[in-house]
């Protein structure tokens, strides 16, 4: 999904990567980075698994990396942000 969105929407993007085993999240969202995406990762210490941000995050294909409970702020601020022509 994160590799389909990455073209087609770049900047306009965001990509939240929670809690999750795996890796297969962690290029994409590298993707939607490199094409000037917003993207948050879960950090370690609230995941119940911290597979997939893990790996997105050792891929450096994050803009930020949040606690659970900071992310949906997060993205308020930044919808905000973003309806006000601003680029964060």
Known sequence: MFDSVAPTCG???TGVL???MGKD???????????GALTIAQDEAS????????QVIRLCGVSEVLPLDGV??????H???VGRGNRV
């Open 11 to 13: 900047a306009s993007a």
């Open 18 to 20: 929670l809690t999750d």
């Open 25 to 35: 999240g962690g290029q994409g969202m590298l993707t939607m980075q490199q094409h």
């Open 47 to 54: 995941c119940v698994v911290f597979g997939m941000p893990k």
């Open 72 to 77: 949906a702020a997060r993205l308020v601020s």
């Open 79 to 81: 919808m905000k942000q």
